[in-house]
């Protein structure tokens, strides 16, 4: 008999760096990717039809449907961790987060195939264990960590132990992020290419120092503090020349009242923080001006989810 046990995986979106927090910060966001994982009976079946997979919604004919699919690449590896075969299995997969726009797309696939292969394994391993073997295979903790546990998290890798160390980040409810999602693709691997090899010691620091005033001006929802804490010297300045219009947007936004204006992730989508007050104004300000460009642009006014990825089994 074939495990009865379905499991079902909501993961949110994320934005990761939130400016000067290049590859160690991220957030997760009210948007969201859903996953079904049925568990199916290997009589009569071939070798090389161990996966069925079904998706719908936001740009689902993109997505592969077979072994190169990363949902089940991530499925295979914890099963691989566990040193177990995976079973053969349908993958039901339902978008809502938009591909290649820097909201965390992939990370949520594979949030959703460990946390999937975890319940149908009768969870094996505990969400420390599940934070570092996600890292592993995204390559970096900014947008995973928060994909899985929720909220602002920093991400550090302890040097000596090689282990990746999270430390949750209060955001205060009176910032607003906005997500302004442009009408174009912007593949991670280009984003990452612009970027120099190395930095000065001068940009380090300035970038060192203003995620620390970040995490303050978080925490207490300062936009004193927010309007310096969101500069970057280590992938925005590279990255805007991709994102046609930024520094028109960028203008527009904070004219409206935005505390700031950042790339989320490697882009394009843009993220605005904000005060309630001032949501509506600054998420008309960013569409009008992205049109006046040429570009099209889907607008939301997110909140900030806390309780990152949920498992219903």
Known sequence: MPNTLIATVTVPATTANIGPGF?????????YNRFQFTPLCTENRSKSDRVIIHASGQGADQLPTDSRNLVYRA???????????????????????????????SATA??????????????????????????????HPDNVVPAMIGGCCLATQDQSSQQWVICPIDWSENIIPIVAIPDFELKTDLARNVLPKTCSYEDAIFNAAHVGLLIKGLEQGKPTLLQT?????LHQPYRQQLIPGLTEVYESALSA???????????PTLLALSDLHHADKI??????????????????ILNIDKQGATVHS
């Open 257 to 267: 009242g935005a505390h700031g204006l950042v790339i989320s992730g490697a882009g």
């Open 283 to 300: 998420a008309k300000a960013i569409q009008l001006r992205w049109q006046e460009t040429g570009i099209a642009a889907k607008i939301s």
């Open 229 to 233: 804490a969101l500069q970057d010297k």
């Open 110 to 139: 594979i949030v959703a195939g460990l946390l999937g292969a975890n319940e149908l394994a009768n969870r094996p391993l505990g969400e420390s264990e599940l934070l570092q073997l996600a890292i592993a295979l995204e390559g």
């Open 23 to 31: 590859d160690c910060l991220g957030a997760a966001l009210s948007l």
């Open 75 to 105: 499925f295979v590896a914890a099963y691989q961790h566990f040193e177990q075969t995976p079973p053969d299995v349908r993958i039901d997969i339902h978008l809502d987060i938009p591909q290649a726009r820097g909201l965390g797309s």
